[in-house]
Structure formats: C-alpha cells, structure tokens
C-alpha cells in the first residue's frame, strides 16, 4: 500500500505570512496532484506536477515535486484568509491508483 | 445546474434505516466516483463507474450499494449502517477513467451521521 503523509495536520497564521505544506512517501508516484476543499464543499484540483523536480506556481502558490518523486510541497507566500482551507496531495502509483494524503487544515486569519 | 450536485447535502439515519445518497454530472463526462472522507484519515475510495459499468470495488461493505442508471447519475444505497459509517461522502466525476489520468470533479459531499 502507498501511502502519502501531510504535514503540518493543522497550521494557523496570520494574513500576510508565508507558509509551506509537506507531503512525504516512501514510495514513487509517476504524478502528483493537489487540491484546495473549502469548507462545504468537494475538493478542487490546483495543479499536477510530473517531472521529478519540476516547479509550478499558481499565483501566490508555488508547487515542487522532488526529484525521486517521492515527495512534494506547497509554498504559499502572503497569505490570505482566503487561502483557508483543506490541502490535499494526492499521487499515481501503481496500477494508475489514485492515493490521498492526510491532509494539512490551514487557516488564516486577520 | 453546473459541476457536480449531490443530494441531500445533510443526513441523519438510524441503525436500521434504509436510505440513498444521489449524485448528478453536468458535465458530460463518462466516470463517475464514490468516495468517503473521515476526520484525520484519507479520501478512501469506494466505487468507481466507466461508462455505466462498475469497473471498482474497494472492499466495501455490502451495506453500501452504488448504482449508476445512466451516465450522469449515481446513487449510493445505504441499509443498516454503523455509527463509524459517519462521514463526509463524496462523488466525483471525470472525462473518462482512470482519475489518476483524467481531471476529477467534486460535489460538495453527504454529510452523514448514523445514530
């Protein structure tokens, strides 16, 4: 079984602060995805990154998958309160699998 | 109506209740998904549906029983849950499967209490 850890679980700050978000395996994922689910509602797809190393930003948020691609991160500079929410990664494995990770819970506030 | 709708956005059963959740696409996409989502613990996977056909399983209880009629609805029939059944139930859809290849698209989930 893949399994993909999130961390930190939870990470409240403060508007205008910069943040970044882990997602660790142990195992090789041929893509990695992540998503935003705000509260009440499904998750969304943010961004995909396929090539060990490879650097995508999105606005304020900057997404780099590792180069054994085992790993990635979310940096988020200058937060906003909008930016709350669930963040989750997600990777393919074997077989075309689909694995979720934990989750990190972000909050910002004023 | 837009995205992916679910219905009923809340639901509160009994042990022995028999009840379904439904879901709907507008987007005209061929694979349809169930899948639970529970405090601190993974988006689980439950069902999966390509064009009307069930093409996943992932050991899930028979108290849970999808159907998929058509290409733009499915359902999720529910008979004797219990309590650790409670959870945030989610149906996604996608152009065509399998979702690691294609974009999934969320509803805004069932949130389920079994009492």
């Known amino acids: 079984t893949q399994l993909l850890e999130q961390s930190p679980q939870f990470l409240s700050i403060q508007e205008g602060e910069n943040l970044t978000v882990y997602c660790n395996s142990s195992?090789?994922?041929?893509?990695l995805q992540w998503y935003r689910q705000e509260p009440g509602e499904g998750p969304v797809l943010l961004v995909t990154?396929?090539?060990?190393?490879e650097v995508k930003k999105l606005k304020r948020l900057t997404f780099q998958f590792g180069d054994a691609r085992k790993d990635s991160s979310l940096h988020i500079t200058a937060a906003q309160p909008g930016d709350t929410g669930l963040y989750l990664c997600?990777?393919?494995?074997?077989?075309?699998?689909?694995?979720f990770g934990t989750g990190t819970r972000l909050q910002v506030t004023l | 109506e837009t995205g992916v709708t679910q219905t009923p956005r809340h639901l509160v059963m009994g042990m022995t209740n028999k009840k379904s959740l439904k879901c709907e696409q507008h987007?005209?996409?061929?694979?349809m998904y169930w899948y639970k989502q529970s405090a601190k613990k993974p988006l689980e996977l439950m069902f999966v549906?390509?064009?009307?056909?069930?093409?996943e399983n992932n050991s899930v209880p028979s108290r849970f029983s999808p159907e998929c009629p058509n290409s733009s609805h499915l359902f999720l029939h529910l008979h004797t849950l219990q309590p650790e059944d409670s959870a945030l139930y989610l149906c996604?859809?996608?152009?065509?499967?399998?979702?690691?290849?294609?974009?999934?698209?969320f509803g805004p989930g069932t949130r389920l209490t079994v009492t």
């Open positions: 990154v396929v090539t060990g190393g």
């Open positions: 997600a990777g393919t494995g074997t077989a075309s699998k689909l694995t």
């Open positions: 549906y390509s064009l009307e056909e069930r093409v």
């Open positions: 195992s090789v994922f041929s893509s």
């Open positions: 996604a859809s996608s152009q065509d499967y399998p979702a690691a290849t294609y974009e999934q698209y």
């Open positions: 987007l005209g996409h061929n694979a």
